[in-house]
């Protein structure tokens, strides 16, 4: 292992560091002696007897001298910055008892000095000779924790240096396994899990983990292991969050356990911790874990065994109750008082010119307070405009709105009943039925788009949405078609339903279909399959690429077809590399799009550096004009880089470089990417870039940058940014489609009047909604052409964003589901992993009573003894059962 210490290489070091005593002039020594306090100096006389003693030819001698070193190295305390002193007064004599040892007979005294050698070596061993491993293993069988934590760490240090050179030479490893072993059961008994953790991955053998985890340490273990596997390659990560699972399902840990199944995607894992747990509250605590992601999950009666209960449990996961808890949430903050677009455009509050210009009916001003309208109210069941009950009771007002919008205006405007009714699938499909005995073909198209915005999210077991669009979709007027086949995306996102993939998958090959039918089918089908990497929908996809012509490769729509693509393999990283392959071989036109959208889906919401290097590497050429494939990029770094905190603000630098050196095409898509890293999370530093972007003069960067205000102050009321759009819908005044994108901004910024968030990430940021991540790139990519998707005919596109639309609540309920009201703190979360002791998850708290909302990056723990939670997380839906120990204070 290292080498001879007399060998040429250490050999002069070594000579030095002996004679230094003896080569100082006396005056210097005597001087270094008076400096020493009177126990110093009798120690270090003390211990260079002891050096003497051991060269002593007598064992009985040099036995007693190793003990009382041992004894003195042993008791001496270390501060953090000191030494301890008999290490130091050592120091010169290390190199003396090296060589006595190499000379020493082989007896238990060589093995005692061996140890003592070990330690020393800690201060004294040169880099990267690893001696202080060298001794241990020469050295007695003892207990290495009695030297104390800093010569633990130092072995475990060596010991993966070491044990990358054995592999590297494929030497045995055994010996240094078994020092492993008792370096782990040290730190897991010393609260060092990080360590111990950290020094299994080195010598990959994380499984022996798992014996040593006990009841009082299993927590902080597991925290690491799944917060550290966010920043290690694949497929280590994935090999540490099964570790993790395994230590949570010995433990009974389920809620924990099912958080890291959802995350894997791994459906046997949720089966397993189904069928191993028997508490049916925990399993009721399941079910709003997998509906608030957005699962298809079917239970069995092996995972359920009572008829009933199961009903009950398959029913919270279709989320049938989450319109009712919505509305609960929303009579507590007392919101329910439907609100108009005027009362969010404040217009009173601006000065004369532009309110002025406000009044004037146009078409586009009446679409987009139809936006404004819908996103407000959204999940309320009431609002100002299409839902008001008229006195004759006809229903006539209703109409009145709808045809203050003009052709496609319609269908945007029949929809966003959908939206309003959100969730409450029973009175929304009563309400829109009246829709479909239109004989405006827009009317009917926005109807059916409504009906699948009403289904989002809930699935039913009678499938309403299946049964109503299933005849639209084979119609031959192309709005309605795409109001049928979008719709159904939207109600079944995320549900790899077999029915609609037969129905949609030939419109995708089907030669007289029109262009934006076909990228309609791609994107819904993309939804519906979101990260399912289905091979035969690629494969449908991938010729109606090839199919297009020149001039198709040119439409602005073509870009959802790449999309579609990308979304069948959402997260799935090396999943996708057969089909990016086979894109190099599509028209030039669309290969490096095609490229970029691909990997930038297959790679999101992992935090790969190196993906995100590669995708910079794309922006930083400057490119001739034409060239389209830089925008999917620059959403591609958001998209990988927003799994986790460091990353997003590394990314949100990125970004403000490239606004600085990029070409145009690439200035236009960092606002939407800073959209989506900030997403309902109105940052301070990101609000003022994008409130700059907002005045450029390209009108293109303008728009994006608005509508980005929108995306990160979505559903907050965020004041500042609602001033912010005030001042720019008086600023643009005059100019039509930017004022459109203000006012779409303005309502989004008051999504469901504040109780909304479209952030993809919940469980306190460890799990990515797939479906909710689809929505919102979705609408991002269709961004990249505002002219002509948004502020074309497609503007129902901004629909997409009901896949992410969350309740950002807190609601806890008791065992009968019924919500309960009880004082919780939130406040703003802290990351306590690897910390020692218990401290504290949240700082700046306030005590409210539940439902409460939670602002992004809040954390609420329970204030009260008297109930406990059911899951480790507070978020959503959260069951509470009583405490048995708890005793009211008289």
Known sequence: MAPDPNSTSSGPREEASVKVPSKDPKKKDEKKDEDLSDEDLALKQQLELYVERVQDSDPGLQKMALESMRQEIRTATSSMTSVPKPLKFLRPHYGA?????????????????????????????????????????????????????????????????????RQSEEAPIDDLMELVQQIVAFHMKHNAEPEAVDLLMEVEDLDLLVEHVDKTNHKRTCLYLTSSARYLPGPDDILVLDIAYVIYLKFEEYPNALQIAVFLDNMQYVKQIFTSCDDLLQKKQFCYILARHGVAFELDDEMVVDNDEREALQDIINNSKLSEGYLTLARDIEVMEPKSPEDIYKAHLLDGRASAGASVDSARQNLAATFVNAFVNAGFGQDKLMTVASEASSGGSSGNWLFKN???????????????????????????????HSNDNHVIAGALLGVGIVNCGIKNDCDPALALLADYIGKEDPSIRIGAILGLGLAYAGCQNDQIRCKLTPILNDAKAPLDVIAFTAISLGFVYVGSCNEEIAQAIIFALMDRSDSELG?????????????????????????????????????????????????????????????????????????THQGPAVLGIAMVAMAEELGLEMAIRSLEHLLQYGEQNIRRAVPLALGLLCISNPKVNVMDTL??????????????????LGLIGAGTN???????????????????SLLFCVRIAQGLVHLGKGLLTLAPYHSDRFLLSPSALAGIVTLLHACLDMKAIILGKYHYVLYVLVLAMQPRMLMTVDEDLKPLSVPVRVGQAVDVVGQA?????ITGFQTHSTPVLLAAGDRAELATEKYIPVSPILEGFVILKENPDYREDH
């Open 691 to 708: 409130s700059r972007l907002s005045h450029d003069t390209d009108t293109e960067v303008a728009m994006a940058a608005v509508i980005s």
């Open 718 to 736: 965020n004041a500042r940014i609602a001033g912010m759009l005030r001042n720019l819908s008086s600023y643009y005044y005059k100019e039509a």
């Open 406 to 436: 003009k052709e496609h205006g319609k269908a945007s405007a029949a929809a966003s009943l959908g939206m309003i009714l959100l969730w409450d699938v029973d009175s929304g499909l009563a309400q829109i039925d009246k829709y479909f």
């Open 97 to 165: 008892l090296k060589s006595f040892y190499e000379t020493m007979g082989d007896s238990d005294l060589k093995k005692y000095l061996a140890d003592i050698l070990s330690v020393l070596a800690l201060t004294m061993s040169a880099e990267g000779e690893l001696e202080s491993l060298k001794y241990r293993l020469l050295g007695s069988e003892g207990d290495i924790g009695s030297w104390g934590h800093e010569y633990v760490r130092n072995l475990a240090g060596e010991i993966s240096q070491e044990y990358a050179k």
């Open 555 to 627: 439409e602005p729509l073509t870009r959802l077809l790449p999309l579609g693509l990308g979304l069948l393999y959402l997260g799935k990283q090396e999943s996708v590399e057969a089909t990016a392959e086979v894109s190099k071989t599509f028209n030039e036109k669309i290969r490096k799009y095609c490229d970029m959208t691909l990997l930038s889906c297959a790679y999101a919401g992992t935090g790969n550096v190196l993906k995100v290097q590669h995708l910079l590497g794309q922006c930083a050429q400057h490119l001739e004009k034409g060239e």
């Open 837 to 841: 002791g218990r401290p504290k998850t």
